[in-house]
């Protein structure tokens, strides 16, 4: 990964959760948390290489990183893994909202079943892992929750609609609950990456006459990968921001 050379000593034996932690930017953010200090436990649906990345962190992690299965589609399980998160931890202080679904889709063929599959996985979830969450962060005194959009929705991409909706949804959602948790010192923030190239979207998305047209309207001519997420989310997550809520941050090398 990355060298991330900002330490932030407030990490060190605190509890983390991340969604979707399994594989690409989430991944990133796990290892990224762990090499900090900290407690870190990350919920996902794949198996294989959500086992793989606990195993291999684990080895040289200051704590044994936690992967926890769960369909966050579904709320009751949702509840269940970060509370057993939580237990296994023995706090919980930041929470780290990454998992979603960009999945391509075209206007005239979302069906009903299509948008709330959609919702479901990229909004819904957030809104349901942070109150299961909330009350792990109440009991630690306060900490902070991150959660992923995308710079998709201020694009007027028509390729994904749903998707866009979500992504755009998730910043009144970051907005409400910093209003409703900041007196209890529960600090709300999201992330808006642009392109970030991982291998899931160079299978599935992008090419490299796409990637090559993205960084030519960046300011910053190189590729962004799912390393450079890691260290503007340890800045809203830690103490070097604790007078920042309700914001969001916007890392896409500059293309808007």
Not at 34 to 56: T, Y
Not at 169 to 178: P, R
Not at 228 to 255: E, H, K, R, W, Y
């Amino acid at each position: 990964m990355a060298n991330i050379s900002v330490r932030h000593a407030d990490f060190a034996d605190r509890g983390v959760l991340i969604t979707g932690g399994g594989s690409g930017i989430g991944a990133a953010l796990v290892e990224g948390f762990a090499a900090q200090g900290a407690k870190v436990a990350f919920i996902d649906i794949a198996d294989e290489p959500s086992r793989e990345l606990g195993e291999r962190l684990s080895k040289t992690a200051r704590h044994p990183v936690l992967y926890l299965k769960a369909d966050l589609r579904n709320v009751a399980e949702t509840k269940a893994a970060v509370d057993r998160a939580a237990q296994q931890l023995g706090s919980l202080s930041v929470l780290v909202n990454n998992a979603g679904w960009d999945d391509r889709h075209e206007f005239e063929t979302v069906t009903e079943e299509y948008w709330d599959n959609a919702q479901a996985i990229n909004v819904k979830q957030m809104f349901f892992v942070s109150q299961a969450a909330v009350p792990h962060l109440r009991k630690a005194g306060g900490g902070a929750i991150v959660n992923f959009s995308s710079i998709a929705y201020l694009l007027n991409m028509g390729g994904l609609p749903a998707y866009a909706t979500a992504k755009a949804g998730i910043i009144g959602l970051t907005k409400s609950l910093a209003g409703k948790l900041g007196t209890e010192n529960i600090r709300v923030n999201a992330i808006l990456p642009g392109m970030i190239v991982t291998e899931r979207q160079k299978k599935l998305w992008l090419n490299d006459d796409s990637i090559t047209a993205m960084v030519a309207r960046q300011s910053l001519k190189r590729v962004l990968v799912a390393e450079d997420l890691v260290g503007p989310c340890l800045f809203l997550a830690s103490n070097a921001s604790a007078a920042m809520t309700a914001q969001t941050l916007i890392i896409d090398g500059g293309a808007l």
